[in-house]
C-alpha cells in the first residue's frame, strides 16, 4: 500500500513550516526543527513504520546550497587576536555566536568584538577589563547573546553582562573562589551558571543580583569545558552536572526532577568533564543529552519517562532535526537514530583522516550534515542516507571547531583564531 502523509494548510499557513505537493514534504531552508514528531499529527502520519518514509521524502528549498561543486569562494577574514591562555597551555578559541549579520567573538583578553557581514568590517571592538583587573590566569569561558546583551563567564568565577551597544559592563559579578565550566544560559529574566563543584548560580539578568542556588552532588574535576545549562521554551531549565545527574528546574529554582544518565560507580572523576558534550539539546517537551560516560540518552521533559538509552560514547553535541537525532563517535561512526526510538535510519563511517586529525560536527543545515576538521578539511553527508555528498581539503592550516552557516554565509574558525568568511 502506498504511504502519504496528510497535511492540515491551516496549521502549515499558521506555523509556516511546511506545505504539501502531491506525496511529498517540501521543507523551509535553514530552519532547524520544522514540527515536532508528536505534537504536529495532522501534518503526517506518526506511525514508525511510516517515519523511514517520511525522512526519504523531505524536499528541501536549499537542496543546492551544498552540492558536489561547492563554489563558495572566500569573501572576507579577520582575526581572534589574543588566543593563547597559560591556564590551559594551548590556543583557547571560544565558538564564535552569529546574531542576524553579526560574528560576535570573545578572546581570552576579554575583547569582544562584532563583525558585520554586511558591511564587512567591525561595529563593535571593546575591551571589557584591564589586565590589573583579571585574577591570576583567569580566562573567559564562554558568552550567550540575548537581545542587546552579552553575558559571559570566566574561568575564576567571574559573570559579566555588557551592552551590546557601546560595550558597556552593566555588571559584574564574582563567585569567590568557584570555577565556571561553560557559558551562561539566559531566559528572560534570569541568567544561570554551573560550577566545576556542581552548584547552579542564578542571576537576575537587570541588575545582577543573585536569585538562588541549586546544588548538585559534589565532584572535584580538573578544569576542563563542561556541559552547559539550558532553557526550554516554557522557561525551565536543564541542569547537567558532572557526576550525570541532569536535574530540571523552573527558573525560579522549583525542583521538578532528576534522572541519572548513567551509574558512574568506578569512573575516575577527572574523566567526567571530559564525558560532557555540549550541552543538552531541548526539542520541544525532549531533552537529548550524551557523552556521559558512554551514554546517549532522550528524556521526556513532561513525565521524566526515558525515552530511550544507548550505550554509546558520543564525542559531539548531538543535532535534533526532523524527528532524527544524529550523533558522531568516538570511532569515527555517524548515527541518524529516531528521536523517538533507539532505531537506527543508517550509520556511515567518517572518511579517515592522518596524523591524528580529527572531525567536527556534525552541523545540519538544509538537509545537509557538515563537518570540519582539524586539518582543514570540509565534508557534507546527505541528512536522508548518510551518503557522502562533498569532501574537499579547503586550507593547509585546520579548523577549530564546528562550521557555522548563516544564510549564504559558511564561517569557519582556524587553529589560529582567524575566522574564514565564504559564500
Not at 514534504?25 to 511510516?50: H, M, P, Q, V
Not at 551558571?193 to 552548584?199: A, F, M, Q, R, Y
Not at 567526567?272 to 557523552?291: F, N, R, T
Not at 582543514?376 to 585546520?398: A, C, N, W
Request: some cysteine; charged content about 30%; overall charge neutral.
Amino acid at each position: 500500500m502506498r504511504e502519504t502523509f496528510k497535511f492540515s494548510s491551516v496549521l502549515c499557513l499558521l506555523f509556516l513550516t511546511a506545505c504539501s505537493s502531491g506525496d511529498e514534504i517540501i521543507a523551509e531552508g535553514n530552519r532547524e526543527n520544522i514540527f515536532s514528531y508528536d505534537s504536529c499529527k495532522e501534518c503526517y502520519s506518526t506511525s514508525l513504520e511510516n517515519k523511514d518514509i517520511y525522512l526519504k521524502k523531505i524536499k528541501f528549498e536549499n537542496e543546492k546550497l551544498f552540492n558536489s561543486e561547492f563554489d563558495f569562494k572566500e569573501v572576507s577574514d579577520f582575526d581572534i587576536e589574543n588566543i593563547s591562555s597559560r591556564r590551559t597551555g594551548k590556543n583557547f578559541i571560544i565558538s564564535p555566536i552569529i546574531k542576524k549579520d553579526l560574528i560576535y567573538t570573545l578572546d581570552s583578553k576579554f575583547t569582544i568584538k562584532s563583525f558585520s557581514l554586511e558591511e564587512d568590517g567591525f561595529v563593535l571592538d571593546k575591551r571589557l577589563l584591564k589586565q590589573s583587573d583579571l585574577m591570576e590566569e583567569e580566562i573567559p569561558v564562554g558568552f550567550t547573546i540575548e537581545d542587546d546583551m552579552a553575558f559571559i563567564a570566566s574561568s575564576n568565577g567571574r559573570v559579566l553582562a555588557v551592552n551590546l551597544k557601546d560595550g558597556s559592563v552593566l555588571w559584574n559579578k564574582i563567585l569567590d573562589k568557584k570555577v565556571l565550566k561553560s557559558a551562561p544560559a539566559v531566559s528572560k529574566k534570569y541568567v544561570f551558571v554551573l560550577t566545576s563543584d556542581n552548584v547552579l548560580h542564578s542571576f537576575r539578568r537587570v541588575g545582577g543580583s543573585e536569585d538562588f542556588k541549586h546544588k548538585g552532588l559534589p565532584v572535584l574535576t580538573s578544569f576542563e569545558k563542561g556541559a552547559k545549562v539550558v532553557v526550554d521554551r516554557n522557561q525551565n531549565i536543564v541542569v547537567p552536572f558532572s557526576n550525570g545527574e541532569i536535574h530540571y528546574l523552573t527558573s525560579r529554582g522549583r525542583f521538578l526532577f532528576a534522572s541519572n544518565v548513567k551509574n558512574y560507580r568506578g569512573v575516575k572523576e577527572a574523566n567526567l568533564l571530559k564525558d560532557i558534550v555540549g550541552e543538552p539539546v531541548v526539542d520541544g517537551d525532549k531533552v537529548v543529552v550524551a557523552g556521559m560516560a558512554n551514554s546517549l540518552k532522550v528524556i521526556n521533559l513532561r513525565n521524566a519517562k526515558v525515552l530511550w538509552e544507548k550505550d554509546l560514547k558520543v564525542v559531539s553535541k548531538p543535532v535534533v532535526a526532523y524527528g532524527y537525532v544524529f550523533v558522531q563517535d568516538e570511532n569515527g561512526n555517524i548515527f541518524a537514530f529516531g528521536e523517538d526510538s533507539a532505531k537506527v535510519y543508517w550509520k556511515n563511517k567518517l572518511p579517515k583522516l592522518e596524523g591524528g586529525a580529527v572531525w567536527f560536527g556534525p552541523v545540519e543545515n538544509s538537509g545537509k550534515l557538515l563537518f570540519s576538521s582539524s586539518d582543514g578539511r570540509l565534508l557534507v553527508l546527505d541528512m536522508k542516507s548518510g551518503e557522502e555528498l562533498f569532501i574537499k581539503k579547503l586550507y593547509d592550516d585546520g579548523f577549530a571547531q564546528e562550521v557555522i552557516v548563516s544564510g549564504e554565509n559558511i564561517i569557519l574558525t582556524m587553529e589560529d583564531g582567524e575566522i574564514k568568511i565564504l559564500r
